[in-house]
């Protein structure tokens, strides 16, 4: 019998959902589990996948691969169990041992199912937040896309969508993460007339990457980033991340496939 996981996230409850918010949920599918949205986070065996807690909120249920924005403090202070965070900044502001498993669970991926990049030029990705147009000559950008889906079965031809350019400009963290894990240039960029939503969150995933983060404002000065900064970044060896994974896996054919690093020759 399938053991079904009581999943929270932001847009659990919305017709249309975040793809970042849909990445535990996929994973979890290809694993072989049962997947049941949860409302609200409280629960205690309540499982926190990708994502970001903001500050002033307890970290409850199981948590692997979530991310933290919040005030510098201690696990402790949470109802939760930390099988493993999204990077450094949140492990040291939760005051995690320093062997505690790191990565987005969006890194993952590749190791799932593969991507193509077909489409020349390049293309922006919006946060879900954005409140001001884009304008695409202002950026020299091509192509514009954002990160909502309304089917967890488009979620591949979506990552396919988000990665398919020769440069990604974003202000949509997961957007830069699919980027990353699939070997497709990148760069933070933020539009005039909009925000970084949670730089504690960008933070934490340059930290991850060992490379700083700072925002363009064109496609060229993206390109020139991503040569001098970007594509020095480093996924780290997933396996930690994979083997601190709290439940017994009942698809080991997909645990193989999860700890063999995808090739990117």
Not at 110 to 133: D, I, K, W, Y
């Amino acid at each position: 019998m399938q053991k079904e996981i009581c999943l929270y996230y932001w847009t659990a409850d919305q017709e249309q959902k975040n793809i970042g918010d849909v990445v535990t949920a996929y994973i979890l599918e290809k694993m072989g589990f049962k997947v049941a949205a949860s409302e609200t986070h409280f629960p205690p065996d309540v499982f926190r996948g990708t994502g970001t807690m903001p500050p002033d909120e307890k970290i409850t249920g199981i948590v692997w691969g979530l991310g933290y924005a919040g005030h510098p403090g201690s696990w402790r202070e949470h109802p939760a169990t930390f099988h493993a965070v999204r990077g450094p900044v949140s492990r040291d502001l939760l005051s995690l041992p320093e062997d505690t498993p790191l990565g987005d669970l969006a890194l993952l991926l590749p190791r799932l199912f593969s991507t193509q990049r077909t489409t020349p030029g390049t293309l922006f990705v919006g946060h879900v937040e954005n409140e001001s147009p884009v304008n695409l000559g202002t950026l020299d950008a091509h192509r514009i896309a954002d990160t909502w889906i309304t089917s967890e079965h488009l979620f591949e031809s979506k990552v396919q969508e988000l990665v398919d350019a020769d440069l990604v400009l974003t202000n949509s963290l997961h957007a830069s993460i699919f980027c990353q894990a699939f070997g497709t240039p990148w760069a933070l960029c933020v539009p005039n007339g909009n925000k970084l939503p949670a730089p504690l969150k960008w933070k934490d995933w340059g930290a991850y990457l060992d490379i700083e983060i700072t925002p363009v404002n064109t496609a060229n000065e993206g390109r020139k980033w991503w040569s001098t900064t970007g594509s020095h970044g480093t996924i780290r060896d997933l396996t930690p991340l994979v083997e601190a994974f709290p439940y017994p896996r009942p698809n080991q054919s997909v645990r193989a496939r999860l700890l063999t690093p995808p090739d990117h020759s």
